[in-house]
């Protein structure tokens, strides 16, 4: 496992932008593909968006498709979730996650996947 901290929440209005990072051990961290989750009030933590290790692979979950942009600073050991034309729907609290792996190219988009998460941090949208 690997340490992660995660930075950037905060609150909102419908349609701002914000950018959270995830910042991991810099000797890991080209080690590891990255992802991003979620998780709001009564509900399950859920998969947002996922890269591969060489940033070559990315996917996201339906609902922010277009408007958040995963990606992944190598020589700041540091991972972003750009998130812009945000809505209420979006409020959560958002977990970084880190999967160690040998394919360069693999992106994971389930939990069970992940083996090193961050503290979380919140995000709310207001209306």
């Known amino acids: 496992q690997v340490h992660l901290v995660e930075s950037g929440g905060g609150l909102v209005q419908a349609g701002g932008s914000l950018r959270l990072s995830c910042r991991a051990p810099?000797?890991?961290?080209?080690?590891?593909?990255m992802g991003w989750f979620r998780q709001a009030p009564g509900k399950e933590r859920e998969f947002v968006a996922a890269?591969?290790?060489?940033?070559?692979?990315?996917e996201y979950t339906d609902s922010v498709k277009g408007r958040f942009t995963i990606s992944r600073d190598g020589a700041e050991n540091t991972m972003y979730l750009q998130m812009n034309s945000l809505k209420p729907e979006d409020t959560a609290v958002y977990f970084c996650?880190?999967?160690?792996?040998?394919?360069?190219?693999?992106?994971?988009?389930?939990?069970?996947?992940?083996?090193?998460w961050g503290q979380g941090t919140q995000v709310t949208v207001s209306s």
């Open positions: 996650a880190a999967a160690r792996t040998s394919y360069s190219s693999s992106v994971y988009v389930r939990l069970q996947d992940y083996d090193s």
């Open positions: 890269m591969s290790r060489t940033d070559d692979f990315t």
């Open positions: 810099a000797r890991t961290f080209s080690s590891y593909a």
